[in-house]
């Protein structure tokens, strides 16, 4: 059920109703580089709104997605240099 809420479009807020929705399919894009690297890219949706009275030059209803993502990498040895140590953050004590 659609719930009320907010969202800026064009630097104004306007009216928006928050979806409810559920993944279908994998989230996962996979890039395969062409140094031999492979990314893997998880895309997180956290929140889908659809913009009240909103609609695009085909008339479809105007959308917000709102979403994290995770990055993998499979990087072959040929690109691998040696790891450094952390910086530890200077806490002031």
């Not at 800026?8 to 989230?27: R, T």
């Not at 492979?38 to 997605?65: C, S």
Request: glycine fraction near 6%; charge should be neutral.
């Amino acid at each position: 059920m659609a719930k009320p809420t907010k969202a800026i479009h064009d630097q104004k807020q306007v009216d928006a109703e928050e979806l409810n929705f559920k993944v279908v399919g994998p989230p996962q894009v996979v890039l395969e580089l062409e140094d031999g690297t492979t990314l893997k890219i998880l895309f997180t949706p956290a929140k889908v709104v659809r913009l009240k009275d909103m609609y695009n030059e085909e008339g479809e209803p105007m959308y917000q997605v709102k979403w994290g993502t995770g990055i993998s990498a499979s990087v072959p040895m040929n690109l691998l240099k040696a790891p450094t140590a952390a910086k530890k953050a200077d806490s002031g004590y």
